[in-house]
């Protein structure tokens, strides 16, 4: 299944942070502060970072803090464009200071990746582009299991260290995977905050779409996709394809009678791609699975009215 799009697995850093400095410039006001959500655990007698998330934040000024645990750091920060740029090199080199302490970085794989990654995939209400350093030990050695409870006598008790390192960083795929292929990465998201898929929603044979993003009011955006059936990943089936204008930040699609699959883009008039919804036989890239009958959607609407029986705990918390 589709779960990205503008991938680059082989991309080499100097041209990564080139592009990180275009993308910084296109995005505008949008990206000139950012901020820093880094974990750091023990390793060998020093703080070792076991992941950093970085992504554009609004201009509302970041709370520079810190969250120390016997095994494990919480540090949170904030920098201006030129300090980004220069945060990015020092981590290929191998140290930074965060609040509270040097931080060693792994030694980087000889290439970053980028991904296009679509609005709620777990980073980000918008969709945007993540820049991944991975370490070239393809799992660090830390005195820490992310299984592993987090005791304290001065700061909120986690039953696991994943959850807690999970709400710090805003990586909430972390909570469901047991893969620890980002452990030791630098992850920069840089937000698409032009246009973007709000929401879907579907009412009887009509799917509604919401869109958000300064681009609705001055811009000529379409939505164009497809409803799938059959083994339409052989190729086979007729696809029920759509394009419909985007009109006040509304689209609406009409659904027809038998569809497994979704696939929807959200283009200007330049072809640029702002955003993606798809979905399939095995769940979706993006926002949550449209129902695929009025009775699947009956039953969602009923189970969004009950309420949880205990609160999770969140990253106010820590």
């Known amino acids: 299944m589709l779960d990205g799009i503008r991938r680059d697995a082989n991309l080499d850093p100097q041209a990564g942070l080139r592009e990180v400095k275009q993308l910084v410039e296109l995005l505008g006001r949008g990206a000139e502060r950012f901020r820093v959500r880094a974990v750091a655990a023990r390793s060998r007698g020093g703080w070792t970072n076991l992941l950093c998330v970085v992504d554009a934040c609004d201009r509302a000024k970041v709370v520079t803090e810190t969250k120390r645990y016997s095994h494990i750091l919480f540090a949170r920060t904030q920098l201006d464009r030129q300090q980004l740029f220069a945060f990015l090199e020092r981590t290929m080199q191998g140290k930074v200071v965060l609040p509270d302490g040097e931080v060693s970085f792994p030694s980087p794989r000889k290439y970053w990746s980028r991904i296009y990654r679509p609005s709620r995939s777990g980073l980000s209400p918008q969709p945007g582009t993540l820049f991944t350093i991975e370490p070239s030990e393809r799992t660090p050695q830390f005195d820490l299991s992310l299984h592993d409870p987090l005791p304290c006598y001065d700061q909120p008790y986690w ?35 032009r246009a973007w898929f709000d929401s879907f929603e579907r009412g009887g044979k009509i799917l509604r779409i919401r869109v958000g993003g300064a681009r609705t009011r001055t811009s000529k955006l379409i939505v164009r996709g497809a409803f799938l059936h059959g083994e339409w990943w052989r190729g086979e089936g007729t696809p029920s394809v759509f394009g419909v204008r985007v009109r006040a930040g509304k689209a609406e699609v ?47 609407a009923m189970a969004g009215t009950l309420e949880p029986i205990q609160k999770p705990a969140t990253s106010a918390d820590l």
């Open 159 to 193: 039953p696991q260290a994943r959850t807690a390192v999970a709400e710090w960083t805003g990586l909430q795929s972390l909570r469901r995977s047991e893969s620890s292929h980002d452990l030791g990465a630098v992850m920069l998201f840089l937000p698409e905050r």
């Open 254 to 300: 009409q659904i027809p009678d038998r569809w497994e699959a979704l696939q929807a883009y959200l283009i200007g008039p330049e072809d640029e791609v702002f955003d993606y919804h798809s979905q399939g036989l095995h769940g979706s890239a993006g926002h949550a699975p449209v129902p695929a009958s009025e009775e699947e959607a009956g039953l969602d």
